[in-house]
């Protein structure tokens, strides 16, 4: 009876220990709505300059959620502003701050990388939740500032969270 009361007293000790671990993580995702919303403030803001650019918005892995391509944009802007969203939320950087790594072997370890302005990441409240990428105008600065004018529009909903 003592070795059964025993083997019992310890197996509800490991279960409880097994318990307390987490066996799932919960990673915070923008909802297709607020993700849209950022691409199309950034278009938007583009545009107050004469400029047609492309805007992608990706998750914390790096995968599209949206992507929109202003009516006369350059057809390869698409592709430039998921490289330069995909960028900054692998570095948790600006662009503009990772143009020091174009002389390292990084650009070749993925051909999704740009170490080029026009990517920023979504922060808000302590939490990474994805990137914004911009392309298409003449200069990736104003890239990264409509980028930037993108994530703006939503900021404050996302840190009230």
């Not at 083997?7 to 923008?30: D, I």
């Not at 107050?48 to 390869?76: C, N």
């Not at 701050?97 to 409240?125: C, E, H, N, S, W």
Request: net charge neutral; aromatic share 6%.
């Amino acid at each position: 009876m003592k070795i059964k009361v025993a083997f019992l007293t310890g197996w509800l000790f490991v279960q409880s220990v097994h318990a307390e671990e987490a066996l799932t993580v919960s990673v915070p995702r923008l909802t297709l709505e607020v993700a849209q919303d950022m691409a199309m403030a950034a278009i938007k803001a583009c545009r107050e300059e004469g400029i047609s650019v492309s805007a992608t918005v990706v998750d914390r892995s790096g995968h599209i959620q949206a992507q929109l391509r202003d009516t006369v944009a350059p057809p390869v802007s698409t592709p430039i502003s998921y490289k330069k969203a995909f960028t900054a939320v692998n570095f948790n950087a600006k662009g503009s701050q990772l143009k020091g790594q174009v002389g390292t072997g990084l650009p070749f370890a993925d051909d999704r990388l740009v170490f080029m302005a026009g990517g920023v990441p979504i922060r808000a409240g302590g939490r990474l939740y994805g990137a914004i990428g911009v392309s298409g105008a003449p200069s990736g600065m104003t890239d990264e500032q409509c980028a930037m004018k993108g994530l703006e529009s939503r900021l404050d909903d996302l840190e009230m969270m």
